[in-house]
């Protein structure tokens, strides 16, 4: 039988020798192939500092951190996101506020989140989600009148561009994520992006247990607590080998996610996600919303059955058992209908059209099953 999995990890032939290279090097760990791929990073997003890290929920907890997050300190972040986001928070310290999400774009409601802003506000935390870049004009406009930092979740939105501007260009601090479902990929890993000089080195010293070296030694000093957040130089070499590529990936994803749209469109039961003027959305994940009387678990294994995987999408944290205390601004109600009702389509690079047309045929007809 056919079999059509959600996503297959685009890997270049030019990886290879790249990674050979630094294992004949001997030099595995951070270094210099890791330097470069994260200039090579800034360059892209048009920003001055880059650090990866061991994956991007690392990255948004030592962004956080390196922020210096106190007891009382809240933090607002959409209630439909991976618990990545929450976790980091808490890790860091800090106290979530959850706050609603945008039925066009599932990324954070931003009138909710303005109205959830208080003198207790240390930072938003906005998610670009599936590749949908966040309005971060608005989210800089709300800034004027309250002091806060923007810590970008753009864990799916390398890439993404919101008016000319990549994801991680003006938010505070940027972090992405580089895991397998992620247009970039290598394995496992993160990266933070800031204009910030001052957050860059607190972050670069957390990143080495806390300490920097003694000027003309090779000596550590240890001023404060800190972990390992370093990313090694042979997942680096990926990363550079895949970023060449990254737009041309990108551009064939878009045109793949239009072939979805336009054979999907009329089709009662489901509606495909949108694209928001003046934004440049990358369908990291291709993310449509179900009609409320479809059951979506039955169409995931009736798809299943027909050789085709596919997935709900991200979670609605104030439902989770976990996260019931966490403190809410306002109401939750688009994050769960769209928790309830979001189904991801397969789509990669070496997927051909007949894969889009026989996901299509076969979606089609599993919806009618259950209208
Ligand atoms: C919005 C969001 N933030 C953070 C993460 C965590 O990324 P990583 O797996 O690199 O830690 C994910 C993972 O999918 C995500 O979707």
Do not use: W
Not at 26 to 32: A, E, I, N
Not at 84 to 99: E, H, M, R, Y
Not at 318 to 323: E, H, K
Not at 324 to 346: C, Q
């Amino acid at each position: 039988m056919r079999k059509i999995p959600l996503i297959k990890p685009f890997v270049n032939n030019s990886v290879f020798p790249a990674v050979k290279k630094v294992l004949d090097s001997g030099m595995l760990t951070d270094g210099l192939v890791t330097r470069e791929f994260e200039r090579k990073v800034c360059d892209y997003v048009g920003i001055q500092y880059g650090m990866a890290n061991p994956n991007c929920a690392l990255a948004l907890e030592l962004s956080l951190k390196a922020l210096k997050i106190k007891k009382d300190d809240e933090i607002i972040i959409p209630d439909y996101t991976h618990p990545a986001t929450i976790n980091a928070v808490i890790s860091a310290g800090g106290k979530p506020v959850l706050v609603d999400v945008d039925m066009d774009t599932y990324n954070i409601s931003l009138s909710a989140a303005d109205e959830a802003v208080s003198e207790k506000t240390k930072a938003i935390m906005p998610v670009s989600l599936f590749g949908q870049p966040v309005n971060i004009e608005k989210l800089i406009s709300m800034k004027k009148e309250h002091d806060f930092s923007i810590v970008e979740d753009a864990a799916c939105s390398l890439g993404a561009e919101y008016k000319g501007f990549r994801a991680g260009k003006l938010s505070d601090i940027t972090c992405f994520s580089f895991h397998p479902r992620k247009i970039l990929s290598t394995g496992e890993g993160g990266m933070l992006v800031t204009k910030s000089k001052e957050i860059f080195d607190i972050a670069k010293q957390m990143k080495m247990f806390g300490g920097r070296l003694i000027p003309g030694t090779k000596i550590f000093e240890y001023y404060e607590l800190g972990g390992n957040y370093k990313f090694p130089n042979i997942l680096a070499a990926m990363g550079i080998e895949q970023l060449a590529l990254l737009d041309n990936v990108i551009d064939d994803r878009i045109k793949k996610a239009h072939k979805y749209i336009d054979l999907l469109k009329e089709t009662e039961g489901i509606e495909c996600p949108k694209e928001i003027p003046d934004t440049k959305h990358t369908f990291q994940s291709f993310c449509c919303l179900l009609s409320k009387d479809i059951d979506r678990n039955k169409l995931i294994l009736n798809l299943k059955r027909d050789g085709i995987e596919s997935q709900i999408g991200s979670y609605c944290l104030s439902i989770q058992p976990v996260f019931k205390n966490i403190k809410r601004g306002g109401e939750l109600i688009n994050s769960k209908d769209i928790f309830n009702r979001a189904l991801v389509l397969p789509l990669y690079h070496s997927m051909t059209e007949n894969d889009q047309m026989y996901v299509v045929e076969k979606l089609k007809k599993e919806i009618k099953s259950l209208i």
